[in-house]
């Protein structure tokens, strides 16, 4: 079943080398950490559906870079997913609105049964302690490049959709996913959808559209 999967891949990551400008961070370390990501795979991931997955960029450290669970901070984790845990209870923006899209959509159970979202990377960095995205790392694709070929080909070997991804951020993410796709031959379509951080902070006054637009291509997914 596939939150054995889960629980295993998570457990296992060890953390790239990268310049020493740099932090990675691997909260799958932390026993409070694993705990809640096996009280949520045996939760929402214990059967043998086949689920389609989402790629964030990376982990951000407010995110999943606490929880470990992709696109959610500790208050939607203990008010939506109903998992205790002893993180601080602040909140983070992008998780604000795939929960409320995740929530439209029939709630986590649906969701999940579906669904996994996961990153193009699943550790997060840091810069002068602040997020960073892995494209902006120093010559990245010299050492990361490899990582991410190599993390992405563990998840394929889930029970998870090859028809098709769905790729959270329009921007750099997608060009590099798109590209590795097409190198690689891993899902025969990626869809995009724009990133939830830059609709809350730009585009917050369409929200609601965007809800719409994410729930529209989750309903596609299903359909295929």
């Known amino acids: 079943m596939i939150n054995k999967d889960v629980i ?9 080398k990268v310049p020493a400008e740099y932090e990675v961070m691997n909260p799958y370390k932390q ?12 939760e929402y991931l214990q059967d043998d559906h086949q689920r389609t997955l989402l790629f964030g960029i990376n982990p951000g450290r407010f995110g999943s870079g606490i ?9 939607r984790l203990k008010e939506v997913l109903g998992i205790d845990h002893p993180f601080a209870m602040r909140p983070e923006l992008s998780s ?38 892995y494209y902006e790392l120093k010559n990245w694709r010299s050492y990361m490049e490899a990582e991410i070929i190599r993390e992405m080909e563990a998840q394929l070997r889930w029970n998870v959709s090859r028809k098709q991804a769905i790729c959270i ?3 750099e993410n997608f060009k590099v996913l798109t590209q590795l796709n097409k190198e690689h031959g891993w899902f025969e379509q990626l869809e995009v959808l724009p990133h939830p951080r830059w609709i809350l902070q730009y585009r ?7 809800v719409d637009r994410y729930l529209k291509i989750l309903e596609a997914a299903i359909a295929r």
């Open 8 to 16: 295993a891949y998570f457990k296992a990551l060890e953390v790239p």
């Open 31 to 42: 026993q409070e950490t694993m705990k809640v990501v096996k009280a949520f795979a045996d």
């Open 169 to 171: 951020g329009k921007g």
């Open 96 to 133: 604000e609105f795939i929960y409320e899209v995740i929530t439209a959509f029939g709630g986590p159970q649906h969701f999940y049964r579906h669904f996994f979202i996961s990153a193009v990377y699943p550790l997060g960095f840091l810069h002068q302690g602040k997020n960073i995205n």
């Open 67 to 75: 929880t470990g669970i992709s696109f959610t901070d500790p208050i």
């Open 204 to 210: 917050r006054k369409d929200k609601l559209l965007h």
